[in-house]
């Protein structure tokens, strides 16, 4: 890492004095062009002739998003006045601040302070003083001082004394500059692990026609929910699905796999919450908080351990997760608890539901679903995701119809309906179709929902969305 990090033009003494100069006239024009604001310049302390590389560059671009990030969280309003990020000298960013000059200091210390490799990030705070720039310092309001990168005394003492070697300090900054390319990676994975969640809750609610649910088009075995609760419903748990993924991209190598599960639902537990207060109290995706939550973290883990995305992997993973669940949730319960759904069928009828499908590593989904997502002949990414669903409906012992039929007899004769779909061509023809749009009537009526089967179809979409991303030759629909 070394050689990329200092892989960059040398710099004499001069030049650097030279540049420092400019600086101070920047924040002084900064200052007298804005006396009532705060000029922060942020730039890294970078010791040894290279101050600047792609990697030092990209390290900084990232650092400067995290520190407006910050300033955005607690309500400070900032401009960028300009960067210059390709300074041979190092890059540096100057921004203008509304607020109290004590109140952006503290912040800045707290964010050079925030992490080791933050502590690279020099955050230079400037007040206009009756017309001359001050910049303030952390003695001025008792703030820790700059600690050394490598032994923790005084900065400024081992600086004085020469107590390391540049070589040293450079081993040092390159390390630091890799574990925050590493933490930004895991922070792109999660982002983008968290899109794609939401991406498949969306493109599950507007698939149509799917029996018993909701869509577009109709909803009337669901009267209290439409395509929009959903909507309200998929957004507002994307920052459940990138804590999800955050929690097995930090995963501690080694620590037993349930310990990860255990994370998982405790904040699957919290998103219900804000899943019903985006719903007004009505339950859209708590199968699907359950399962993407663990999907997500699986995920996590598989990226942080370099493996690759596959069946084998992902379902190995997800099995040793759960490999207490079942014992955990379902042989202690009682008649008389206050049970789910899912409990009460399997004191009565011995379904283990969605905990059973997701301790077995989701086979349902990796079998069927998956498969017919991924091979499908159909044109329309509608009616491939539709086709997917209905395999998924056929081979899944649907908890959700079990409920509202009351009796799990009811599973034969939604299997026996989509035997006949699929016997009249399914939707590559237009019997096929005219079927299962009379099948939708009937769901409606008898208030029949396949709603475990549309938890499914969302896990298939995303390990399809998920698959496709890792693969550049391969498009997302």
């Known amino acids: 890492m070394e050689s990329k990090v200092f892989d960059g033009p040398q710099q004499d003494i001069p030049a650097v004095l030279a540049n420092r100069d400019r600086r101070a006239k920047v924040q002084a024009n900064l200052l007298q062009e804005n006396p009532h604001q705060v000029v922060v310049t942020c730039k890294l302390n970078i010791p040894g002739p290279v101050k600047n ?19 955005m969280k607690t309500g400070q309003s900032f401009e ?6 390709e300074s041979s000298t190092g890059p540096e960013s100057f921004y203008l601040l509304y607020g109290n000059g004590t109140d952006v200091k503290r912040g800045t210390v707290s964010f050079e302070e925030a992490t080791p490799f933050n502590r690279l990030f020099d955050l230079d705070v400037l007040i206009n003083d009756h017309g001359e720039p001050h910049s303030l310092s952390r003695g001025e309001f008792n703030l820790p001082v700059r600690t050394c990168l490598i032994c923790g005394r005084p900065a400024k003492e081992c600086g004085r004394s020469r107590r390391h070697s540049v070589e040293e300090l450079q081993a ?60 309200k419903s998929s957004t507002s748990l994307r ?9 097995g991209l930090n ?5 037993p796999w349930p310990k990860l599960f255990n994370q998982l639902r405790q904040l699957g537990q919290a998103a219900e919450v804000t899943m019903f207060a985006a719903t007004n109290g009505v339950n859209t995706h708590k ?37 207490n669940l079942l014992t955990t949730d379902l042989n202690d319960l009682r008649k008389g608890q206050d049970l789910t759904a899912g409990e009460q069928q399997y004191l009565a009828y011995g379904q283990t539901g969605i905990r059973g499908e997701a301790a077995s590593g989701f086979p349902t989904v990796f079998n069927f679903g998956l498969p017919a997502l991924l091979n499908s002949n159909l ?35 939604k299997n026996q309906q989509l035997d006949q779909f699929f016997e009249l061509g399914g939707l590559t023809t237009s019997t096929g179709r005219d079927f299962l749009k009379q099948l939708e009537q009937v769901f409606s009526k008898r208030h029949l929902s396949l709603g475990g089967a549309a938890d499914l179809l969302i896990i298939t979409i995303f390990l399809k969305l998920v698959m496709k991303a890792g693969d550049p030759n391969e498009p997302n629909n």
């Open 53 to 71: 590389s792609k990697a030092i560059r990209s390290f900084f671009e990232r650092g400067t998003q995290r520190l407006e990030d910050q300033w």
């Open 287 to 323: 199968g699907t908080i359950f399962s993407l939550g663990i999907l997500t973290g699986a995920l996590g883990a598989l990226m942080k351990e370099g493996r690759e995305i596959n069946q084998e992997n992902i379902q190995q993973i997800v099995q040793a997760m759960l490999v």
């Open 379 to 413: 044109t329309s990414q509608n009616d491939q995701q539709l086709d997917a669903f209905l395999c998924l409906a056929r081979h899944t012992a649907d908890s959700t119809l079990i409920k509202r039929a009351g009796d799990p007899a009811i599973l034969d004769w």
């Open 251 to 255: 995963f501690p190598l080694g620590q």
């Open 80 to 85: 960028l006045q300009t960067s210059r990020l």
């Open 172 to 231: 040092q900054v390159a390390d630091l500059i890799e574990q925050g390319h590493q933490q930004a990676g895991r922070q792109q994975h999660a982002k983008q692990l968290a899109d794609l969640a939401v991406e498949a809750m969306l493109s599950e609610v507007v698939t149509w026609p799917k029996p018993g649910l909701v869509d577009p088009v109709e909803h009337k075995a669901h009267p209290d929910m439409d395509v929009f609760t959903f909507i």
């Open 239 to 247: 920052p459940y699905f990138y804590k999800s993924a955050m929690v």
